[in-house]
């Protein structure tokens, strides 16, 4: 089965910790995103990649780090400078050519202790 | 002005209802226009993706772009209980590889 993996579903932050939350896929997608939703929000874009050992800051990558050194991992750091962390995080990736679609994992709950 | 607009809802509708879930926007450099689903904790699921102005069928869903005054539809006939879900639409294009999100719209199906 072809898709996008996010792990864990839900993810517990201690104050002062930094936490990494997962993102694979196996779409052989060149781009990937991270988005931030709350409640009643819409998408927030935290960071994004277009192409291996680059990435991008979106509209609220403060707080928030990410590699990517391989093309189906993008994982996401959550570090200690995000005050306000707790939220649903949702990676995705990109298919290009006829349909520019993103398409979504299954996302990741962090909540904070 | 946000660069698409979308009504939050909740939009309550009684079982075998027609739907209309709407989107406007301002920029008209947009050029392909998505709807998703997103139940509750879950990812958002591509449901439709148009390219031009017109309607698109799929099963009981249609989308609708009308490029000239900036407005998107998705209509959905026949509404179930397992349609409610929050609706988002995206626009792309333009020279940009980030989709605009619209907030979403949460639809309520009640038997």
């Known amino acids: 089965d072809g898709g996008i993996t996010q792990s864990p579903k839900y993810l517990f932050r201690k104050e002062g910790q930094n936490v990494t939350l997962s993102c694979e896929q196996n779409?052989?997608?060149?781009?990937m995103y991270w988005y931030r939703q709350d409640p009643g929000q819409g998408l927030r874009l935290i960071y994004y990649?277009?192409?291996?050992?680059?990435?991008q800051k979106g509209d609220i990558a403060e707080g928030y780090s990410v590699s990517r050194e391989k093309k189906e991992s993008f994982p996401l750091t959550v570090t200690s400078a995000q005050k306000n962390p707790t939220a649903f995080y949702l990676c995705?990736?990109?298919?290009?050519?006829?349909?520019?679609?993103?398409?979504f994992g299954p996302g990741t709950r962090l909540l904070v202790l | 002005q946000k660069e698409v607009e979308q009504d939050p809802g909740p939009l309550s509708v009684p079982e075998g209802a027609i739907v209309s879930l709407n989107c406007t926007y301002s920029?008209?450099?947009?050029?392909?226009f998505m709807w998703y689903r997103q139940y509750s904790r879950k990812g958002p699921e591509l449901l439709m993706y148009t390219y031009s102005s017109g309607n698109k069928e799929d099963g009981r869903f249609t989308a609708q772009v009308d490029k000239s005054s900036k407005y998107i539809s998705l209509f959905i006939r026949d509404s179930q209980p397992s349609d409610s879900a929050t609706y988002l639409c995206?626009?792309?294009?333009?020279?940009?590889?980030?989709?605009?999100f619209g907030r979403g719209t949460s639809l309520i199906v009640h038997p």
């Open positions: 995206a626009l792309g294009g333009g020279g940009s590889y980030i989709p605009t």
């Open positions: 995705a990736s990109r298919r290009t050519g006829l349909q520019e679609t993103q398409y």
């Open positions: 990649s277009q192409i291996v050992n680059d990435f």
């Open positions: 779409l052989n997608h060149d781009a």
């Open positions: 920029n008209s450099a947009f050029q392909y």
